[in-house]
């Protein structure tokens, strides 16, 4: 079955660029989506299609998909992006959901 | 506004039966996948399975075939996820989630989510 590799966690002070890896087996051939969690929260869709926001997402978040790896940047971190990052691909060869498992961003 | 609303969090002891629900409102919910999603304690998402509320068409995750069933009620626009018989290990968070469009969509619209504890 396809897996997706993120790191277990990222920490960086505030202001500074965050990048969270999604690794996958030719993963740039597949569409990959991000969420984002809160402690005590449900996960919200943040990037969809590698690289599209939601309405409602700060344009300081963006994806991108090459090769083997995909990337969740957020730029100008602040403590409110402190949250668990999950990747997510549908594996269509299995006709199933994957997801990473999970990047816990610390601002420090 | 586009909404899932689950059911409230269960207790149940080992072995016991347990159904949670997931209600969709202000959109066509026969018309969108719903998927569900397990987060055990401290740990990330795992996708059990989804649902096509539309002609109840299904498809589970290998780890999650067997272990629990799917099904939905379109009239009432709520989709179900149901154990026979639970374990320890079942205790989690259960989220159910529309998929934008295909199968192949993201989840765009989360429930709050369904917390689930088996003890003895």
């Known amino acids: 079955s396809y897996v997706l590799t993120q790191p277990p966690s990222v920490s960086l002070a505030p202001g500074k660029t965050a990048r969270i890896t999604c690794g996958g087996d030719n993963i740039g051939i597949k569409s990959v989506h991000w969420y984002l969690q809160k402690p005590g929260q449900a996960p919200v869709l943040l990037i969809s299609?590698?690289?599209d926001r939601p309405s409602g997402i700060p344009e300081r978040f963006s994806g991108s998909n090459s090769g083997n790896t995909a990337t969740l940047t957020i730029s100008r971190v602040e403590a409110g992006d402190e949250a668990d990052y999950y990747c997510?691909?549908?594996?269509?060869?299995?006709?199933?959901?994957?997801f990473g498992g999970g990047t816990r961003l610390t601002v420090l | 506004e586009v909404q899932l609303v689950q059911s409230g969090a269960e207790v149940k002891k080992p072995g016991e039966s347990l159904k949670i629900s997931c209600k969709g409102s202000?959109?066509?919910?026969?018309?969108?996948?719903i998927g569900w999603v397990r987060q055990m304690p401290g740990k990330g998402l795992e996708w059990m399975g989804m649902i096509y509320p539309g002609d109840s068409d299904i498809r589970f995750s290998p780890s999650f075939q067997g272990q629990v069933t799917m099904s939905g009620d379109k009239s009432i626009s709520t989709a179900y996820l149901q154990w026979s018989s639970l374990k320890a290990s079942d205790t989690g968070m259960y989220y159910c989630?529309?998929?934008?469009?295909?199968?192949?969509?993201?989840?765009?619209?989360w429930g709050q989510g369904t917390t689930v504890t088996v003890s003895s």
């Open positions: 299609y590698d690289s």
């Open positions: 997510q691909v549908w594996d269509p060869t299995s006709d199933h959901w994957v």
């Open positions: 989630a529309r998929l934008r469009g295909a199968a192949s969509d993201p989840f765009d619209i």
């Open positions: 202000g959109y066509d919910f026969t018309n969108f996948w």
